[in-house]
């Protein structure tokens, strides 16, 4: 009796010194932070693995198996002035990387918890704003996506055949970029993730991930299309994966003709803003009536 | 006199769709510190409307609910640290354990990590979960989800409780487990709103409730008081085989001083009477030439209040 009634004025504390104002705000910010740290640490292998997969296979194939075989790599030299494949993929790949945690980090995650287990209501009712709590979501998407970008570096020094030309000059744009890139990827997530029927989210992965991935400058600078496809090359300008690319391109591989860096930050900023809206609009939307 | 928790005002919800539908039309409730007040309605009436706006899940169309006098629509994240929710599913989360379900809804609430964990450990022992802090909510029988799900409402030690539902899916044991540990929280001076549809549930556990149909309260007091004003009857209802030339015997029935109400109901008659002293034999006979199947009687109780208020049965 004696512990409840102490442990009682442990509580009256808690809520008389206890943090007011945007104080509570910030520290329900960190413990919902926390919360998903917790449930990544727990599954980070998987989390590993799915990240670095495609990046890896992809490597090992493009830039390892077929340049191997000779004249078997159609993608081998003869473009962007004999540049190597794997030094015109490593920013793309960073970029698929990105997007594709990015998804994986938001959109998957909150399709389940609004689906038949509504788990996200009792995260929505913490003493935040509710815009705080998907802000949440996207800033730690955002950390996992940098973090898959990052582990695609590695891999494209071991793995070509013929060593990929990789140097940053400019270390504040390559992190600009990494964190504008995270946070699209992030609201994108977003968007999909609380307008998109749980059961259709793998449809959304070939109708719409697939096809802007690869149509998003990934494999192939946007420069060449502007050389030898001039309709395409205006057609991706809609494609929010374009920026990422070549963002990336100018941050890691400058010695590749790429979009001017102010262009592609205008864009990240915008793309980051317009889908971060929308996909906030489609979240209060689903929990909110 | 306790101060005021939960205050509902002149509260309204339409959903404008294809079809409109008012779900809540113009509720008024006040509860204060301490009390366990029940919402009893049929489904659909309302219960889980009321109780979404009240825990800023949903916004009203007109009117106000004040918590802890914070206005939840102006204030909602201000609100919500005074608001503990029982959902009437459950939402716990699934990528945690029992413990850290407790552990994190803490941190969300802004306590330290001690704070937290000292808080999860009591609750743990205080709802006899403490065997199960590394199990899985999807391990946990229904009625131990809900006891998990209690224990993290009241974590943040919230100033009022809302239960939705509470026994929804329940079997009997787990019910009367869950009753006792609401029973339980009342020591601890949290008020709470329960919303059911279980007569028995409003009766043992409220110290006043509201009967609520259609949106719209139509009764509020103790259950004493309910069964007082409206319910000192006894209801009779007979299923019969044929329903022709039922009227003059319901005019007749009706005649009776000692009959309150007397209709001809979609497969027999519902007599509402004072007294059934005596009546019995007579509506029997009355009947018999119906072909009465069966006969059901319902003593006094919340069940013959809601009947009479709102002309329906709950479990309908």
């Known amino acids: ?289 | 006199m306790n101060p005021l928790i939960v205050e509902i005002e002149a509260l309204t919800k339409i959903y404008e769709s294809k079809l409109r539908v008012v779900a809540v039309n113009g509720i008024d409730l006040e509860l204060r510190q301490g009390e366990i007040f029940g919402l009893l309605g049929p489904n659909g009436a309302g219960k889980t409307t009321t109780i979404s706006i009240a825990t800023t899940r949903a916004l009203p169309t007109s009117g106000t609910v004040r918590i802890a006098g914070i206005d939840v629509v102006k204030h909602p994240a201000h609100a919500r640290r005074h608001i503990g929710v029982v959902p009437q599913f459950n939402t716990l989360d699934r990528s945690l354990s029992v413990y850290e379900n407790l552990y994190f809804h803490c941190r969300y609430f802004g306590f330290s990590h001690a704070q937290a964990k000292a808080r999860a450990l009591e609750l743990l022992a205080q709802f006899l979960l403490t065997e199960r802090k590394d199990v899985y909510p999807a391990q946990l029988s229904g009625g131990l989800a809900q006891r998990v799900q209690i224990a993290r409402a009241i974590a943040h030690r919230p100033t009022v409780l809302f239960l939705d539902e509470p026994s929804a899916g329940l079997d009997p044991q787990s019910r009367m487990a869950m009753w006792s540990a609401v029973e339980g929280l009342r020591k601890e001076g949290i008020t709470v709103l329960l919303t059911t549809h279980y007569m028995e549930e409003a009766d043992s556990l409220s110290d006043r409730l509201a009967i609520i149909d259609y949106g719209k309260v139509l009764a509020l007091g103790s259950p004493e008081e309910l069964k007082a004003t409206y319910g000192a009857h006894t209801l009779f209802d007979l299923k019969l085989k044929s329903l022709d030339g039922l009227e003059p015997v319901v005019a007749t029935l009706k005649a009776r001083p000692d009959v309150t109400s007397a209709e001809a109901t979609a497969d027999g008659l519902r007599v509402i009477a004072a007294s059934s002293d005596g009546l019995l034999p007579d509506i029997v006979q009355a009947a018999s030439r119906f072909g009465l199947r069966d006969l059901k009687i319902v003593e006094p109780s919340l069940e013959t209040v809601f009947i009479q208020l709102t002309g329906r049965d709950l479990r309908e």
């Open chain 1, 1 to 289: 009796m004696n512990n409840s009634t102490e442990i009682r004025g442990q509580g009256s504390e808690i809520r008389t010194v206890g943090p007011h104002g945007s104080g509570i705000f910030l520290k329900a910010f960190l413990g919902l932070f926390l919360r998903d740290l917790r449930v990544l640490t727990r599954e980070f292998l998987p989390f590993l693995l799915r990240v670095g997969m495609q990046p890896l296979l992809f490597l090992f194939v493009f830039t390892f198996i077929l340049p191997r075989m000779g004249g078997a790599n159609p993608m081998g030299g003869g473009m962007s002035g004999g540049v190597d494949f794997g030094t015109i993929i490593l920013p793309g790949l960073m970029a698929v990387a990105i997007m594709f945690s990015g998804i994986a980090a938001v959109a998957l995650p909150l399709s389940a918890e609004f689906g038949i287990t509504r788990e996200i209501d009792d995260r929505v009712m913490c003493p935040l704003p509710l815009w705080a709590v998907a802000l949440e979501k996207v800033c730690f998407s955002a950390m996992q996506s940098i973090i898959a970008a990052l582990l695609v570096i590695p891999m494209a020094y071991y793995i070509p055949a013929v060593p990929v030309r990789a140097n940053v000059d400019n270390w504040f744009l390559l992190a600009l970029v990494l964190v504008l890139a995270s946070l699209l990827a992030g609201s994108l997530g977003l968007v999909i993730g609380s307008t998109v029927n749980p059961k259709q989210i793998g449809l959304v992965f070939s109708i719409l991930v697939v096809p802007i991935t690869f149509l998003g400058c990934v494999y192939y600078p946007w420069a060449g299309l502007v050389k030898h496809i001039p309709w395409l090359s205006i057609a991706v300008l809609f494609n929010p994966i374009v920026y990422m690319s070549e963002g990336l391109r100018a941050s890691v591989t400058p010695s590749i003709e790429h979009m001017h860096w102010a262009a592609i930050l205008v864009a990240l900023v915008f793309f980051t803003c317009a889908l971060g809206s929308w996909g906030l609009r489609g979240f209060l939307g689903r929990v909110l009536s």
